[in-house]
C-alpha cells in the first residue's frame, strides 16, 4: 500500500557530508510523523532524527547540530542533510512514515529497506 524507497547513501570520508533522501509512494492519504533512524552492526536502531507535519524536528544528541531533517510534502519526500561525519555514524539508516492510507482511518507505520552510509578514511 506505500512503498518508501530511501537513496543518498554512500562511502564519505570523514568531515564529509551526504544528503539522505526518502520518497514515499502508493495509495497515501495523509503522512504525518516522518522519521529516521540507524542501526550499526552489532547495535539495536536508533531514532536519529524525527519532523512533525508542522516541521517540528527532534534530534539524538549524537547528531544535533551536525543533521538536519526535512521534508517536501508536495513530493511525499523525507530528507537528512549530514554534515562533519565521523566514523560512528556508519550505519544502514532507515527512514519511518507515519502514514493514513485512502479508504483507511487509522495511521500505521511504514519502513523503508535501508540505505548504507560508511564514514572511513
Known amino acids: 500500500q506505500v512503498q518508501l524507497v530511501e537513496s543518498g547513501g554512500g562511502l564519505v570520508q570523514p568531515g564529509g557530508s551526504l544528503r539522505l533522501s526518502c520518497a514515499a509512494s502508493g495509495s497515501i492519504f495523509s503522512i504525518s510523523t516522518l522519521r529516521w533512524y540507524r542501526q550499526a552492526p552489532g547495535k539495536q536502531r536508533e531514532l536519529v532524527a524525527s519532523?512533525?507535519?508542522?516541521?517540528?524536528?527532534n534530534y539524538a544528541d549524537s547528531v544535533k547540530g551536525r543533521f538536519t531533517i526535512s521534508r517536501d510534502n508536495a513530493k511525499n519526500t523525507v530528507y537528512l542533510q549530514m554534515n562533519s561525519l565521523k566514523p560512528e555514524d556508519t550505519a544502514v539508516y532507515y527512514c519511518?512514515?507515519?502514514?493514513?492510507?485512502?479508504?483507511?482511518?487509522?495511521?500505521?507505520?511504514?519502513w523503508g529497506q535501508g540505505t548504507q552510509v560508511t564514514v572511513s578514511s
Open positions: 519511518n512514515a507515519r502514514t493514513a492510507v485512502l479508504g483507511a482511518p487509522l495511521f500505521d507505520y511504514y
Open positions: 519532523i512533525s507535519d508542522r516541521g517540528s524536528t
